[in-house]
């Protein structure tokens, strides 16, 4: 009988579920749209695709191993909960998972950050396979990251270790809304180019970039950048620079194998990579830089999905 696990990958707007092999197969795939009324409509969506989820593998004659979620925000791995969350969900926070879905289900349940999901597809699946030591680096609408040390998730006390969108690049920076000053994140993310655009918008004449400033995203950026105008230009390389320090200083820490960069903002844009692998060659330790390579996910749109479902595998390797 066919082993599967039951991958649910929680996000701001949509909710992607389905069953997913040992190779990373997806079958009866689902987007829900994520509920906006109250963080209990979340909950009862998870119970549904678990409910779904069950009864089609009894009719397919399917193995279901257990229930791997992943959720931006920050997660009491051990506990199984949210602990805080995205803004983009409502009321997204001290919300109990585990507890909520082992009362309709008995198959082994997961939880864990959605960078920390990602890792996971990429040290199992993607571009890190074969390595034993990795940095996953998503670049979207934040900066998130995952780091796997000797196969092992690296968590900290309760989960909340490898924040590294909140490693700061610049001191003197720009506020981050994490309280802290010039992270990586305010650079590098969508809406940190978005903003640093704004910026340098703000003192120049705007009409040959945007019609409204305050509507520009991080892909007119990209857009701009791609056409040549300058301040475009200045924004993406102090994007490139931003995330060649915070790299440079994640290979101090971790001296990883690989550096895997996923999330919108570089998919299909290998150049990115291309860029950062170049810029840090003349920073930090030879001895630690020149051995790591710096690749972009190739695992798509259901890395995610991939990553929240392979838990059940991951952990049984290692716990």
């Not at 996000?11 to 994520?34: F, H, M, R, S, W």
């Not at 892909?219 to 790299?247: C, H, M, N, R, W």
């Not at 790591?292 to 390797?317: C, E, M, P, R, T």
Request: aromatic letters at 6%; hydrophobic letters at 40%; one cysteine or more.
């Amino acid at each position: 009988m066919e082993e599967r696990s039951i991958g649910i990958d929680i996000g701001g707007t949509k909710i992607a579920a389905g069953l997913v092999n040992q190779d990373g197969e997806v079958v009866c795939k689902k987007i829900y749209p994520t509920p906006k009324e109250s963080s209990q409509m979340v909950l009862e969506c998870i119970k549904e695709i678990v409910t779904r989820s069950t009864l089609y593998a009894e009719k397919e004659g399917i193995k279901l191993v257990g229930v791997g979620i992943g959720s931006a925000g920050q997660v009491d791995y051990k506990a199984g909960k949210i602990l805080s969350g995205t803004d983009n969900i409502k009321d997204w926070n001290d919300i109990h998972i585990y507890n909520f879905l082992k009362r309709y289900t008995d198959l082994p349940i997961w939880l864990d950050n959605d960078a920390n999901t990602f890792a996971i597809a990429e040290y199992a699946l993607g571009n890190a396979k074969g390595t034993e030591d990795l940095i996953c680096l998503t670049l979207g609408t934040g900066v998130g990251g995952g780091v796997i040390s000797n196969g092992r998730m690296v968590r900290g006390k309760w989960g909340g270790a490898a924040e590294l969108g909140h490693i700061t690049v610049d001191m003197n920076g720009p506020a981050c809304n994490c309280g802290s000053n010039g992270c990586l994140e305010v650079y590098a993310s969508g809406t940190g180019i978005a903003n640093r655009m704004r910026e340098k918008l703000s003192r120049t004449d705007v009409s040959s970039y945007t019609e409204n400033p305050n509507l520009l995203t991080s892909k007119e950026v990209f857009q701009l950048y791609d056409q040549g105008l300058p301040l475009a230009k200045e924004t993406i390389d102090q994007a490139i620079q931003a995330l060649s320090y915070g790299i440079v200083s994640l290979i101090h820490t971790f001296n990883p194998s690989v550096v895997v960069l996923g999330g919108g903002l570089v998919k299909e844009r290998d150049w990115i990579a291309k860029a950062i692998k170049n810029s840090i060659q003349d920073k930090g330790m030879t001895s630690l830089i020149r051995s790591v390579d710096i690749v972009i996910s190739n695992l798509g749109y259901d890395a995610g999905l991939i990553g929240a479902a392979y838990q059940a595998w991951f952990h049984k390797k290692v716990d």
